[in-house]
């Protein structure tokens, strides 16, 4: 697992420029299904298991925030505005990796104005992307389009992944390349061992600027149900109380999330749940629940497709969420590969069925 998330998350894969980390994850899955496919949004689906038969589709979106290019002065300078939410607060003296057209990543720092020319009203007003700006080296327009960087170009944290020796890892992207990496030591260990479900995994596209890809590939595969797989934000590790979710406490199985401003969230369909609590009790595998009014997942615009596809969720712990340096723990991920392995040996014994007739 380890191995496979340093390789997942240092792939830069901003919303929409997704294509380095689904070529990736496709190497990796392709010995471990019978169909992989890349539909016509980008998403990439891997099945196993019978084609005709009860379907399961695993949700996890490939793409992590990050910036668009959107100027570049006269003098070099890059201009950028967010893909997904990012607290700009954390972004002066930052380093990044913008995505020129040849492949090749080229470094800048996100600057700002000296500490030492800065006056006391400057050091009280509250940052504005619009102030900011990104620096290359570069000393003009000029070298930064024969570099391969222009209007458009993905930006993204540019943050390596370390691992502390008690399991808890730091890298970018963990929102959502945990979730990848879960999926994909899923479907590794049920390949050619599933006879009555077929397991869709679908890794999604544009999740970050409002489940785009989702509703999608729900629509195409139609699964009787799916699983949306995801991260979970912690409170700082000073702040979590003994009841709240947190590091190393096992996947969280999300029983409501809802986003407002969006008005993008799901019930998890109460059979699903307790199928999903069932076994982990069963299992003995550790887990959280939580109920989360501040987000939303793929699951949100999945359910709502194709006549209604009941969902369920299951997230990983993850402190300082949508910022250059989340953390979070491979014990969770390993307990939730169980988890979903768990939850589909149970589905070929006992499969869960939606609607009635009166």
């Not at 695993?58 to 006269?74: C, K, N, P, Q, Y």
């Not at 590794?188 to 600027?209: D, R």
């Not at 190393?248 to 969006?262: E, K, Y």
């Not at 999903?276 to 987000?295: C, G, M, Y």
Request: proline share 5%; glycine share 10%.
């Amino acid at each position: 697992m380890e191995h496979l998330l340093r390789k997942l998350t240092e792939i830069p894969a901003p919303s929409g420029q997704e294509e380095f980390i689904r070529e990736r994850i496709a190497k990796e899955v392709k010995p471990h299904c019978h169909q992989l496919l890349e539909d016509r949004l980008g998403n990439l689906i891997a099945r196993t298991g019978p084609e005709n038969g009860y379907r399961l589709g695993i949700l996890a979106h490939m793409d992590e925030v990050g910036f668009i290019v959107t100027r570049i002065s006269d003098r070099g300078l890059i201009g950028f505005e967010m893909i997904g939410t990012i607290d700009v607060r954390l972004l002066p003296g930052r380093e990044v990796d913008i995505m020129a057209k040849d492949g090749k990543l080229l470094r800048g720092v996100i600057g700002n104005l000296s500490r030492h020319l800065q006056t006391a009203e400057d050091l009280a007003a509250p940052v504005s992307i619009k102030q900011l700006f990104i620096d290359t080296g570069s000393r003009s327009r000029e070298d930064l389009l024969k570099e391969g960087v222009d209007i458009g170009s993905g930006i993204v944290f540019a943050t390596a992944f370390y691992k502390w020796s008690n399991g808890t890892v730091l890298a970018k992207a963990l929102d959502n390349r945990i979730s990848c990496a879960v999926l994909i030591k899923t479907l590794e260990a049920l390949h050619g061992k599933l006879k009555k479900v077929g397991v869709y995994g679908m890794f999604t596209v544009q999740e970050e600027i409002g489940a785009k890809g989702a509703g999608v590939v729900a629509f195409d595969a139609r699964p009787n149900l799916t699983i949306t797989l995801d991260n979970v934000p912690t409170k700082n590790p000073d702040q979590v109380s003994a009841t709240e979710v947190d590091l190393g406490r096992g996947p969280v199985i999300r029983i409501f999330d809802w986003h407002p401003a969006t008005k993008l969230g799901m019930f998890t369909h109460p059979k699903i749940k307790e199928r999903l609590l069932e076994v982990a009790r069963k299992e003995k595998i550790p887990h959280q629940k939580d109920v989360l009014t501040s987000t939303y997942l793929d699951s949100s615009t999945a359910h709502l497709t194709a006549g209604g596809i009941p969902g369920g969720s299951i997230c990983f712990p993850r402190r300082y969420s949508h910022s250059p340096v989340e953390v979070s723990h491979l014990n969770d991920m390993e307990n939730g590969v169980r988890l979903l392995v768990a939850f589909i040996r149970s589905l070929e014994e006992n499969p869960i069925s939606f609607g009635k007739a009166y």
